[in-house]
């Protein structure tokens, strides 16, 4: 098993630019979890999944959409991309009590 | 809405036990879980309380009070590994899992 895998690890955009940050699991996991943590921060819930098909707003949302089609693939966009939106990102999926993170995405808009 | 509160660093040294906090408040509480991250990676589960009282996994313990909105994570014989961030999260009503803003752990020798 591969576990979580986000891709790309490294992105630098421009202000304004659009991209999708993928995550697909491995696992058969129902629930799946997109997370921004900013330096020395906490991790921030953007938008969460509980299964294929169904997806609802985290703390921050905003500037940030989600689909999930597949029970495996829970892809990030970012339209219109900001330096605020400059963070590491975080994919998960969760089994039971057990959630379990990709490596993450570094993501850089200037 | 959810909100989780944990000291932002604490500092112990080798082979000693240290105690790290965190009170929550929320709606539909499922259970409180912690997390250990080393210098921005993944992190990694480390327990997990539905139920009031201890859990312990070897060297680390977990305890809730879901009365008090409680719950700490104990850290026993400290290794120089354990430096790290520490995140305790709430796993609630819907699926939806909160996390703190992290505990910063320094071991020294």
């Known amino acids: 098993n591969a576990g979580v895998t986000q891709t790309p690890k490294f992105r630098i955009l421009k202000i304004g630019q659009s991209m999708t940050l993928q995550c697909a699991q491995d696992?058969?996991?129902?629930?799946m979890y997109w997370y921004r943590q900013d330096p020395g921060m906490g991790l921030k819930l953007i938008y969460y999944?509980?299964?294929?098909?169904?997806?609802d707003k985290g703390e921050v949302p905003n500037g940030y959409n989600v689909s999930r089609s597949t029970t495996e693939d829970f892809p990030l966009r970012l339209e219109l991309a900001a330096p605020s939106q400059t963070s590491v990102y975080f994919c998960?999926?969760?089994?039971?009590?057990?959630?379990?993170f990709g490596q993450g995405t570094r993501l850089t808009v200037v | 809405g959810q909100s989780l509160e944990q000291p932002s660093e604490v500092t112990a040294v080798e082979g000693a036990i240290v105690q790290i906090n965190c009170t929550y408040q929320?709606?539909?509480?499922?259970?409180l879980s912690w997390y250990q991250q080393h210098d921005g990676g993944a992190p990694t589960f480390l327990s997990y309380?539905?139920?009031?009282g201890l859990e312990e996994t070897g060297r680390f313990s977990s305890f809730l009070s879901r009365s008090d909105s409680y719950g700490y994570l104990l850290l026993q014989e400290l290794q120089m590994k354990d430096s790290a961030s520490y995140f305790c999260?709430?796993?609630?009503?819907?699926?939806?899992?909160?996390f703190g803003q992290g505990t910063e752990l320094s071991v020294k020798p």
């Open positions: 998960a999926s969760r089994l039971e009590s057990q959630a379990f």
């Open positions: 696992m058969n996991h129902n629930y």
């Open positions: 999944s509980v299964g294929a098909g169904i997806t």
């Open positions: 929320t709606s539909g509480f499922y259970g």
């Open positions: 309380n539905a139920l009031d």
């Open positions: 999260a709430v796993d609630n009503q819907g699926g939806k899992l909160i």
